[in-house]
């Protein structure tokens, strides 16, 4: 089964190609394409600081069915304390700027990001717009408006 999806990316550096990969999948089962810093110098990030981190490229969903996800990488997190900002940026189908990280430094210490880091991972999933209606009641659930922690320790 071939669930490839033809995405156009732009360089936005010379850097891309040349001493910064495009994204890339590190293994044939990987959900996501690892983003790098496309940097030319390190950058520090501050403990409890945050950065903005360019990544080089700019790209173009095939149409407004996709949405790119860009999400942390769980080893800069568990390692490093290194998370997104905002947790997951979210790339709409109609954003053609180049992608950006803001990435926070949860620890105390000082972080230093080199040129070419692996700083994020992108995914591209299928998006549905949902319709709301407006009505009085909702249907009953077991669960019901239980809400945080309400079902389990």
């Known amino acids: 089964m071939n669930n490839n999806l033809r995405v156009h990316v732009k360089k936005m550096s010379p850097l891309i190609g040349e001493q910064i990969p495009l994204p890339y999948y590190a293994t044939k089962g990987a959900a996501g394409m690892d983003l790098c810093a496309c940097i030319e110098e390190p950058v520090l990030i501050p403990g409890r600081g945050k950065a903005r981190i360019p990544t080089g490229i700019a790209i173009q969903l095939p149409s407004e069915n996709y949405v790119a996800l860009v999400f942390p990488r769980s080893g800069l997190a568990a390692k490093h304390g290194i998370n997104m ?13 180049e992608i950006q990280c803001v990435l926070f430094n949860q620890e105390e210490q000082d972080y230093v990001i080199q040129p070419g880091d692996r700083i994020a991972q992108l995914v591209i999933m299928p998006i549905i717009q949902a319709e709301l209606a407006v009505i009085e009641e909702l249907a009953e659930t077991e669960r019901g408006s239980g809400g945080f922690g309400s079902t389990g320790k």
Do not use: C, E, L, M
Request: hydrophobic residues 30%; without cysteine; negative net charge.
């Open 85 to 97: 900002a905002n947790s997951v940026g979210v790339i709409d189908s109609d954003y053609t700027g």
